[in-house]
């Protein structure tokens, strides 16, 4: 008798571009340093947290032949190193589209619109 492998799926796995988009968001917040997402598009040069249900606006990407070109556009925590988070944040963006929506990537540039600064008390 054959063993069963129970970690293949039969047919193809097909994940909408909403849906990519919202684990990038969502493994975007996950990160150390990011306080939210932001829209690409600065208003009077002034960046805006974007609510939970919208965190997809702050993600951006296209298909190429090599795989996902994503841009991140975020708001980060003063007083945390850019480059550090920066790094983390495309760490954890890779990890998640990866092993949960089983999609390449060939590059993921981080925007960050913003540095959010917590009033005084």
């Not at 089983?102 to 960050?112: G, K, L, N, T, Y």
């Amino acid at each position: 008798m054959t063993p069963i492998d129970h970690t293949a799926v039969p047919g193809m796995l097909k994940v909408s571009d909403g849906v990519i988009s919202d684990l990038i968001g969502y493994a975007a917040l996950e990160t150390f340093g990011v306080v939210g997402m932001a829209a690409p598009n600065l208003h009077d040069g002034i960046a805006k947290i974007l609510p939970a249900r919208a965190l997809r606006r702050g993600v951006t990407f296209e298909r190429a032949e090599r795989g996902l070109l994503i841009d991140l556009y975020v708001v980060i925590e003063h007083g945390v190193s850019l480059t550090t988070v920066s790094q983390n944040l495309i760490d954890r963006v890779r990890f998640v589209v990866a092993n949960y929506a089983d999609q390449e990537i060939a590059d993921i540039a981080v925007h960050v619109q913003g540095v959010h600064v917590p009033k005084a008390r």
